[in-house]
Structures are given as structure tokens and as C-alpha cells.
């Protein structure tokens, strides 16, 4: 038999999610979406490629819960993306109601499954997706850490000629403007980063890494990224189904942890079948632990306004 996984929101990046999974060929997939006949016009072309791809797996449209049920994983893409101008935070409202919904629904009809939450202000969605469907912190992860992360290989990557594959780096914290790259730890085929690039232009290829998301709007107009976060995405999905316990940093609800409680924040995390299995700490310099906490509080701050709201 194989798995079973729901990406509800089929726009640009539920979309390229579901592809990219069916494509894999372990996994049944169902796309659903407010909007109708959208979810099965797509479900239904990324069908026909199936004989090309020579994938054997199915991938159905919905506008309904009913399909989903019992999944192994939803992946939650539903939301508005921003705009150019506009923060991440500016959605919060708007897609803290989106999230909610789905949440409860999902909920209903996939008791045991493990949610990956996409939607933005990611670590704020995260938080109320976990309240909203009741499940344990180990089963509501959130995807961003992977994604800032792979901006940070992809520039230092350019910036040295080097393969993306031996660039190692990590970037913590909230999914916004108060990221943290750490720099400490970023090697470049084993050898630290500082060592090859100097303090200023460093400083510059972070600053990118933090408005990553903000240039692509900029040039998009229309809608954000997706083809990175659906690879991300993508990836989280596969630890999770095939049990593969990858260290990914992700959005994981922490508990004392880097000394933030009671709060989502992206840090490396072991990702299994039980989905984040075990938060990992590494060490961190003063500073590195000053802007974590830094960025944590913005993602209260958000938590707050949503609390206030409801
Ligand atoms: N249930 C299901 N789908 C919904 C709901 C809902 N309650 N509300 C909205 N949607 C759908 C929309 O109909 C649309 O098809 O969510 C989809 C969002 O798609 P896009 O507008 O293309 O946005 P996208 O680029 O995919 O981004 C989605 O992911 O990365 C984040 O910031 C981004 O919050 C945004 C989300």
C-alpha cells in the first residue's frame, strides 16, 4: 500500500508540492482547494504525466475533506501570499482564519496524520494550527528553516563557485526579517565560511539570505515563491513517510529548548515517521543566542495579535 498525503491550498505552492510528491511515486495524493473544479483540473494533468513519469500513483482533485481521510501527511499551503510591500506578518490575520479552518478540518478527518504547515506568517500559523487541531507538538512542524537555508547554500554557493552540496549551513529563528544564519558553523567543503569570504561581503550575502523571500515577490508582482519552498516542503514530507530521522531545521514547538518556551522557532530538528522526533541543540555563540531569542519574540508578538483577535 502506499502513503497517503494532503496538500490543501492548490495554488503556486500547494501545487508544485503535490507535483513534486506524486512525482515520487510512494505516495497517493490529494490536492484540495477552495476554489472549484481548480484541485481536479490540476489533479487530473499531473495524472496524465503519470505514463511519461511512469509513476503509479494517484493524485485526485477535492474541494471537500472526504478524500483526505487518513492521511499520512497534510502539507497546509491555503492562505493569501504577500504582495510587493508587504511582510509576511501583513497576512496574519487573514490567513490565521485560512489556517484555522483547514486545521479543524484536517483534523477531523486525519486524526493521526502529521501536519506540515507552509502558509504564512509561518511560525505564527504553525502555533495556531497546533492549537486549533489539538494534535501533539511532535505531529505540527512547520516549514521555513529549510528554505532560508537552501537561499543561503544557493548565494554562497554563487559567490564561491562551489557546489551547492558542499556548502553546510544552518539558518534558525523565525521566518522573517529576524532570522538567524549562523555563521560559525557554515563550511564550505569543511572549511568555515569566514575563512573564505570576508566580514563584509558575508554580512551582505546574509542580509540577501533575510530578504530572500522579499526579492522574489519584487520581481514576481503578482504572488511569492514557490519552487524553492515546495522543494523544502517536498523534502519534509519524505523524512516524515519514509522515516528517514533527516536533521532538517524546521519550525518545531519548544519547550525550554535554546531557552524559549512555550513557542515555535526554526531549529534543527530530527524528522521521522512520528514526525519531529527530537529538537537538536547545538552550541550557539552569545550572539547567535541573542538573536534567536530576538526573532522568538517577534513570533510572540505575532502570537499575541492573533490571541487579542480571537
Ligand atoms: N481552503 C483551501 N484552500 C484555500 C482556502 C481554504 N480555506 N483559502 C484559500 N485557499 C487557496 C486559494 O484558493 C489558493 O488556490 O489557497 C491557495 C493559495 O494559493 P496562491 O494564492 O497561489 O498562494 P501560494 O503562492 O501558493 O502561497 C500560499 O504559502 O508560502 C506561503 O506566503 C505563502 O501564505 C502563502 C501560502
Do not use: W
Not at 137 to 150: N, Q
Not at 276 to 290: D, F, G, H, P
Not at 295 to 306: H, I, K
Amino acid at each position: 500500500m502506499r502513503f497517503k498525503v494532503s496538500v490543501i491550498g492548490a495554488g503556486f505552492v500547494g501545487s508544485t508540492t503535490a507535483q513534486r510528491i506524486y512525482e515520487k511515486g510512494y505516495a497517493d495524493v490529494v490536492l484540495v482547494d477552495i476554489v472549484e473544479d481548480k484541485p481536479q483540473g490540476l489533479a487530473l494533468d499531473m495524472m496524465e504525466s503519470g505514463p511519461v513519469l511512469g509513476t503509479d500513483a494517484t493524485i485526485v482533485g477535492s474541494n471537500g475533506y472526504e478524500e483526505t481521510v487518513d492521511s499520512d501527511v497534510v502539507v497546509i499551503t491555503a492562505g493569501l501570499p504577500r504582495k510587493p510591500g508587504m511582510s509576511r506578518d501583513d497576512l496574519l490575520l487573514t490567513n490565521m482564519k485560512i489556517v484555522g479552518s483547514v486545521s479543524e478540518q484536517v483534523a477531523k478527518h486525519s486524526p493521526n496524520a502529521v501536519l506540515v504547515i507552509v502558509s504564512n506568517p509561518l511560525d505564527a500559523m504553525v502555533q495556531h494550527a497546533k492549537v486549533v487541531s489539538g494534535f501533539p507538538k511532535e505531529r505540527v512542524v512547520g516549514m521555513a528553516g529549510i528554505l532560508d537555508t537552501a537561499r543561503f547554500r544557493s548565494f554562497l554557493a554563487m559567490e564561491l563557485n562551489a557546489s551547492v552540496t558542499n556548502v553546510q549551513a544552518y539558518v534558525l529563528g523565525g521566518h522573517g526579517d529576524s532570522m538567524v544564519p549562523l555563521i560559525g558553523t557554515t563550511t564550505v567543503g569543511g572549511v568555515p565560511v569566514a575563512d573564505l569570504i570576508e566580514k563584509d561581503r558575508l554580512e551582505e550575502i546574509v542580509q540577501r539570505t533575510r530578504d530572500g523571500g522579499a526579492e522574489i515577490v519584487k520581481l514576481l508582482k503578482t504572488g511569492s515563491a514557490y519552487y524553492a519552498p515546495s522543494a523544502a516542503a517536498a523534502q519534509m514530507v519524505e523524512a516524515i513517510l519514509l522515516d528517514r530521522k533527516e536533521i532538517l531545521p524546521c519550525a518545531a514547538f519548544l519547550e525550554g529548548e535554546y531557552g524559549i518556551n512555550g513557542l515555535y522557532a526554526g531549529v534543527p530538528v530530527k524528522l521521522g515517521a512520528k514526525g519531529v522526533e527530537q529538537v537538536i541543540e547545538i552550541e550557539l555563540t552569545e550572539s547567535e543566542k541573542a538573536a534567536l531569542l530576538k526573532s522568538a519574540e517577534s513570533v510572540q508578538e505575532l502570537v499575541n495579535v492573533m490571541a487579542a483577535s480571537s
